[in-house]
């Protein structure tokens, strides 16, 4: 799956407040230029106290660098899964990532987010036939979830 059919895909859901701050855009830090942030928010604006449901990443950050995401046409696809949707894919708990051997660099496989995985959250590196239809599935369960959280927050 390329950027463009995540989003689309995304954007498909329904709902859907895609963040992608540009070159030069001084409503955000520089680091996160280029990176695309997916939140459920119908409204159009960004929730309060929440974050993104799922994330793309092009380049490693400060405090995240295991990926070696400044490799050329490279990307991970950040989900927050959720405990149990996490713990079926990896078959260990979120809470037990540290206890698991995982590469951080492979492409087309699941793994730990390499910060946010004790929070449930899964990546893959530049997703394709391998986890394509499992991606799909992640992200519209990690769609339900935000929106669930959005709708108990606007009561």
Do not use: C
Request: charged share 20%; proline share 9%.
């Amino acid at each position: 799956m390329t950027i463009e059919e995540i989003t689309a895909y995304l954007e498909s859901l329904g709902g859907i407040l895609k963040l992608a701050p540009a070159a030069g855009d001084p409503a955000y830090p520089e680091i996160a230029w280029g990176d695309s942030f997916f939140y459920y928010a119908p409204d159009g604006k960004v929730p309060a106290n929440t974050q993104p449901f799922a994330t793309i990443i092009t380049k490693d950050y400060p405090a995240d660098t295991t990926s070696n995401l400044n490799r050329p046409n490279t990307f991970r696809l950040n989900i927050h899964a959720g405990a149990e949707a996490f713990t079926a894919r990896m078959g260990f708990s979120p809470r037990e990532t540290a206890a698991h051997r995982v590469d951080p660099t492979a492409t087309d496989t699941f793994f730990p987010h390499p910060v946010y995985a004790t929070a449930g959250w899964l990546s893959v590196i530049n997703p394709e036939s391998a986890t394509d239809p499992v991606v799909k599935d992640l992200l519209a369960t990690a769609h339900v979830r935000a929106r669930s959280r959005y709708d108990r927050g606007a009561d």
